[in-house]
């Protein structure tokens, strides 16, 4: 994923969730997706729709019952 397009969902992100520690990452080995962070915790993959036009982006996040 270009660096352009994480600063871009980064900033959504801090600003709809009001948390300046929300930070993605570009993935190792992989240029098709990042990863996104709160501090040091991992909580989701973000993937480009390159199906859509407009630069829609797709937010994955596990919630794994252990958490719960």
Known sequence: ??????????????KTFGNNDIS??????KDDSAEVYIK?????????DEEEADGSFMFEMAILAEDL
């Open 1 to 14: 994923m270009k660096k352009e397009d994480m600063t871009k969902v980064e900033a959504y992100l801090r």
């Open 24 to 29: 993605v990452r570009a993935r190792p080995k």
């Open 40 to 48: 040091d915790d991992f909580v989701a993959v973000l993937f480009k």
